[in-house]
């Protein structure tokens, strides 16, 4: 039996194998059965982050569902591709990187060349797979009081030298709402410039985009993702 690091966190506990000592063997743990079932545990550069922290239904939940309604719509509409949301395993061995985003966007022509694939299910089953393994077009960050810096800073240049083309970043939880969307430059990722507007256009998705944060009548906080074609 492997040594193995036991955490306790905030009642959570489970167990970090200490043999893993590359992203192979974190991603071999992360298709296990020890695999924790809850929190998001991401691999960056040899580092294991562990967050077990609950997630905020307004200003992580809620603005998360609005996005993926709208982006959803869109993708599915025109068939662009794949979107996915929550535990979604996301692995880009060039990057040394095994995250679970907010949201993956993966557009059929990354599928088809083979620049991403899907990683099968242990038992081979048709249909049934476990991972991505490749940079997706697009990848969105919702930040929560435990990630500002991980999101800002460690996830930020993970995802650019992965080769990940648009990278979201999302900070709903105060006024002034923060939604950039960051599209690859020479060495870093480059805010977009906002319209006269304030729509952001995403190259990936071929549109532009605003977030407004407002509170509904009966005083809870809701989101609009809008669009400008």
Not at 167 to 173: G, H, I, K
Not at 181 to 206: C, F, K, M, T
Request: charged share 25%.
């Amino acid at each position: 039996m492997a040594t193995t690091i036991l955490l306790d966190l905030l009642e959570d506990q489970f167990e970090i194998p200490m043999d893993i000592r590359s992203l192979g063997d974190f991603r071999a743990w992360a298709v296990s059965d020890c695999f924790p079932q809850r929190g998001r545990i991401d691999y960056l550069d040899g580092r294991i982050e562990v967050d077990m922290s609950p997630q905020d239904l307004y200003c992580h939940g809620k603005v998360k569902t609005e996005l993926v309604a709208v982006l959803w719509h869109r993708i599915k509409q025109a068939g662009l591709g794949d979107l996915y949301t929550d535990s979604t395993r996301v692995s880009c061995p060039s990057a040394q990187l095994s995250v679970e985003p907010d949201l993956v966007f993966i557009s059929e022509q990354s599928l088809s060349s083979g620049r991403v694939r899907l990683v099968s299910k242990a038992s081979q089953e048709p249909g049934r797979y476990i991972e991505v393994e490749g940079p997706p077009e697009l990848v969105v960050e919702i930040v929560s009081d435990s990630s500002v810096k991980k999101d800002t800073q460690r996830l930020s240049a993970a995802y650019y030298q992965a080769g990940v083309a648009e990278y979201w970043l999302v900070d709903a939880r105060k006024e002034p709402l923060l939604f950039h969307i960051n599209r690859r430059g020479s060495s870093s990722y480059e805010p977009v410039l906002p319209d006269v507007d304030g729509y952001q256009r995403s190259a990936v998705l071929s549109c532009g985009y605003r977030l407004l944060r407002r509170q509904t009548a009966t005083g809870r906080v809701d989101f609009d993702l809008l669009t400008r074609e």
